[in-house]
């Protein structure tokens, strides 16, 4: 079997199991398994591969046909140009959320010192991210849950930031004062969980793979950013500034609710044009 074949037979599984994206899937899965990157693949497309590789290749398409995200069978997934560990029991990073970290790290390289929260952590992608792409940040993950702690610890240690950027556990829900032995943040980032818990059950199977504590946010979804508007953003020290990602409808509710504490409140568009990002500044 050649490659070319190996791909249509990957592609046309994948079709048949109703997958949208059955040709991309497929040649991501390939370029993992053969180490070629999309220029490579096309250039080796009538190279021979062995038995052993499409079963490795197959095995990777049944859990696919099953629904399980690329990114856990991968066990990893780039952001922002790095590579982070994920699996179950964390959120899996998207695209929006680098455009959330771009927004971010603007305003942080205006800043001298900033003390950063990334609160609701998971897989500790964004916190991270800033921190790299901010060394002078001082930044501060905050995660509740063990199995995201796991992955987050994974990636601090895989990303050489163990020792420069503390993990704390705990409920932010509760508010700033159950982490007031931290100081007080200059910037709060998150992608809390915001989806409507009557909407939980109809997501696609995919993303009910991904842990429902990362994804329920109450029964309209806002249970995070009234803590965040409530017990948060009080706290945040003069010239800095709470930036969030949501879901879509949401933004005008969250950016009424930060109002309440903040005259400079700011709706952001993601590269769809939909209204994902709310910035609140403080004094």
């Known amino acids: 079997m050649t490659v070319f074949q190996l791909f249509k037979l990957c592609q046309t599984e994948l079709e048949k199991a109703g997958k949208d994206t059955a040709s991309s899937e497929s040649k991501l899965i390939l370029q993992r398994i053969l180490g070629f990157d999309s220029t490579q693949l096309v250039m080796n497309k009538d190279k021979s591969v062995s038995e052993l590789t499409v079963s490795e290749v197959m095995g990777i398409i ?8 690329l990114q856990y069978i991968f066990g990893e997934w780039d952001f922002y140009g790095e590579t982070f560990k994920v699996g179950k ?49 001082d930044v501060y993950l905050l995660e509740f849950y063990d199995e ?21 556990k705990g409920d932010v829900l509760k508010g700033y004062e159950k982490f007031a032995f931290l100081p007080k943040p200059d910037v709060i980032v998150s992608n809390p969980p915001y989806i409507e818990k009557h909407e939980l059950s109809s997501l696609q199977s995919e993303v009910q ?45 969250i950016a009424a609710l930060f109002s309440k504490h903040s005259d400079d409140v700011t709706v952001l568009k993601d590269f769809n044009g939909i209204d994902r990002f709310v910035i609140a500044g403080k004094g």
């Open 209 to 253: 793979c991904e842990p429902m504590t990362a994804l329920d946010g109450g029964e309209d979804g806002l249970d995070f950013y009234r803590a965040f508007s409530e017990k948060w953003l009080p706290c945040v020290n003069d010239g800095g500034f709470i930036a969030v990602e949501c879901g879509e409808n949401q933004a005008e509710k």
């Open 148 to 168: 995201a702690l796991s992955y987050l610890n994974e990636n601090r240690v895989f990303h050489s930031v163990e020792r420069s950027v503390p993990a704390i």
């Open 89 to 137: 029991g964390v959120l899996i990073p998207r695209p929006e959320t680098e455009e959330l970290c771009t927004e971010v790290i603007e305003r942080l390289k205006k800043m001298k010192k900033p003390t950063v929260f990334d609160l609701c952590s998971g897989s500790g992608c964004i916190g991270i991210t800033l921190k790299k792409q901010v060394p002078q940040a």
């Open 62 to 69: 049944e859990k696919r046909i099953e629904s399980i995200p």
